[in-house]
């Protein structure tokens, strides 16, 4: 019967997959994969043999109806993001919506994501929190900082290298400099590390350096008025 199985990979050490991820990946017929050469390097690693085709942020709108077509006719799909979750920050929703709507099976499986991780690390309250992912980069950004600083739970952000000390400096700009924060970088991979203190800290911790992979920033929930 025809479905479509959302599968998280690994965010950094291969070894952070399910069994039941493995096998989902040998059963289907087709995978659709957000980076084909992280896709297939994943596949060469647990010996798996399929066929493997794009599908990302600037492709998505265009391959939904083949991609329908091909679940119509009953073949079993497979979408993996470039790491983690699909749909989490990463292409997945139009698909499963047009999924759902064409009444085509969907089924997400349990796996890595790489805030959950940096939040329990963080020291910060974690039984409510507030997912924004990546913050607007132009249009929007400064009324969107100032509507997440106001949230009373913790907040999570992620950010890419290239943008993180501008971040930072418009966090401190919005949040205040004593509100606390962690950034982790490299989640799961050899040289994973977090940072923890106040936004000014954190900002001076980045301040003359050239930062490299990917952040997820945690911020404690505004206090008081």
Avoid: W
């Amino acid at each position: 019967m025809a479905k479509l199985y959302v599968v998280p990979t690994p965010v950094g050490n291969l070894e952070d997959i399910t069994r039941r991820a493995i096998r989902v990946l040998q059963e289907a017929d087709l995978i659709l994969a957000e980076d084909t050469r992280k896709g297939l390097n994943l596949l060469r690693h647990y010996g798996i043999e399929k066929q493997v085709i794009s599908y990302h942020k600037d492709n998505e709108h265009r391959m939904v109806p083949s991609i329908l077509g091909r679940l119509q006719e009953g073949q079993t799909l497979a979408l993996i993001s470039e790491a983690g979750m699909p749909g989490i920050s990463d292409p997945g929703f139009l698909l499963i919506r047009a999924c759902i709507e064409q009444n085509i099976a969907v089924e997400s499986l349990p796996g890595p994501t790489a805030f959950v991780p940096a939040l329990v690390n963080s020291g910060l309250p974690c039984d409510r929190f507030f997912f924004e992912g990546f913050l607007p980069a132009k249009k929007g950004r400064n009324k969107r900082l100032k509507e997440v600083s106001r949230l009373p739970h913790t907040i999570v952000l992620y950010e890419s290298p290239h943008r993180l000390l501008r971040t930072l400096k418009d966090l401190n700009e919005h949040f205040g400099k004593e509100r606390r924060a962690s950034i982790s970088k490299e989640i799961s991979k050899i040289h994973e590390t977090t940072f923890r203190g106040t936004l000014e800290e954190l900002l001076k911790q980045f301040e003359g350096s050239k930062p490299k992979g990917e952040y997820v920033i945690i911020v404690a929930g505004a206090t008081g008025k």
